[in-house]
T-cell receptor, first 111, second 114 residues
Framework: GENVEQHPSTLSVQEGDSAVIKCTYS??????FPWYKQELGKRPQLIID?????GEKKDQRIAVTLNKTAKHFSLHITETQPEDSAVYFC??????????FGKGTSLLVTP | ETGVTQTPRHLVMGMTNKKSLKCEQH?????MYWYKQSAKKPLELMFV???????ENNSVPSRFSPECPNSSHLFLHLHTLQPEDSALYLC?????????????FGSGTQLSVL
């Protein structure tokens, strides 16, 4: 089955800096790669996703890149703000199967 | 609160108890999921229902028993649990189980097994 590795497990940045979280996956058939954000005590929520026919997608300060050859994808957050502090989960999936999640990255943005 | 609602929010039970977790979605979705979230581990998929039919059971012990009476409601019946079953149990829904469908999560039930 699909195995999703996520790094780093914790990340601390200063407000205004950029944050990058990386994930690798094992199943070359995976073609959908979402990112979820979970604030402390709250539910995970989708923040951005990318499909295998696209190499990069951007939504304001958040971007995701995908390298299908290398089987890795990354989340980039620019101009970080304290409200970006949360746990971020990557996931990979394929048609007919539910998603496989990474272990999560705890991001702390310090003022 | 709209979307996906889970009750109870917190549950403490002994190993010999029987309890049930409830999930209800108001989004008109056809697929519902149970996930287990433990510290330092990935979200673990437990069960998937699509159009009320169970389509996946990820080798979950029989002490966890799901029930999906209709597309809007999902239950997780618990009996003779172990302390290692303590975790946050998240329900989610999506339009259906096809590829690339956005998951909408509930707030979860924080379960403690004593």
């Amino acid at each position: 089955g699909e195995n999703v590795e996520q790094h780093p497990s914790t990340l601390s940045v200063q407000e205004g800096d950029s944050a990058v979280i990386k994930c690798t996956y094992s199943d070359s058939a995976s073609n959908y790669f979402p990112w979820y954000k979970q604030e402390l005590g709250k539910r995970p929520q989708l923040i951005i996703d990318i499909r295998s026919n696209v190499g990069e997608k951007k939504d304001q300060r958040i971007a995701v890149t995908l390298n299908k050859t290398a089987k890795h994808f990354s989340l980039h957050i620019t101009e970080t703000q304290p409200e970006d502090s949360a746990v971020y989960f990557c996931a990979a999936g394929d048609s007919g199967y539910a998603l496989n999640f990474g272990k999560g990255t705890s991001l702390l943005v310090t003022p | 609160e709209t979307g996906v609602t889970q009750t109870p929010r917190h549950l403490v039970m002994g190993m010999t108890n029987k309890k049930s977790l409830k999930c209800e979605q108001h989004l008109g979705h056809n697929a519902m999921y149970w996930y287990k979230q433990s510290a330092k581990k990935p979200l673990e998929l437990m069960f998937v229902y699509n159009f009320k039919e169970q389509t996946e059971n990820n080798s979950v012990p029989s002490r966890f028993s799901p029930e999906c009476p209709n597309s809007s409601h999902l239950f997780l019946h618990l009996h003779t649990l172990q302390p290692e079953d303590s975790a946050l149990y998240l329900c989610a829904s999506s339009q259906d189980k096809a590829r690339g469908e956005k998951l909408f999560f509930g707030s979860g039930t924080q379960l403690s097994v004593l």
